[in-house]
């Protein structure tokens, strides 16, 4: 899909499923690494060329809840709780 732009806000937030599906697709890479290790060694990478975010990407969606979280938690552990 062609990545779509969109304003930060509400709308631009990433569904769960989203975020395990980056985590299966990359978790031999991942392991027990931080949201650090993702946003400068997959998110900035898959995204450097569209200039998009990573929500814009993969399909941005309305956040109806927003968690908030620690960068320095393992990613693993942020998406399963």
Same mark, same amino acid.
């Not at 969109?6 to 031999?28: E, H, T, Y």
């Given at each position: @899909?062609q990545?779509?732009?969109? @304003?930060?806000? @509400?709308d631009r937030? /990433?569904? !769960?499923?989203?975020?395990? $599906?980056? &985590?299966? +697709? =990359?978790?031999? #890479?991942? &392991? $027990? *690494?931080?949201?650090y290790?993702m946003?400068?060694? /997959? =998110? *900035?990478?898959l995204t450097?060329t569209?200039?998009r975010?990573?929500?814009? !990407?993969?399909?941005p969606? *309305?956040?109806?809840?927003?968690?908030s #979280?620690?960068?320095?938690? +393992? =990613?693993r #552990? =942020?998406?399963?709780?």
């Amino acid at each position: @899909p062609q990545p779509c732009a969109c @304003p930060k806000g @509400p709308d631009r937030a /990433i569904a !769960l499923g989203k975020l395990f $599906d980056v &985590l299966q +697709a =990359f978790s031999i #890479h991942i &392991l $027990d *690494r931080t949201a650090y290790y993702m946003n400068g060694n /997959i =998110f *900035r990478p898959l995204t450097k060329t569209c200039k998009r975010s990573y929500a814009e !990407l993969v399909g941005p969606s *309305r956040v109806e809840w927003f968690v908030s #979280h620690y960068w320095g938690t +393992a =990613f693993r #552990h =942020f998406c399963e709780s």
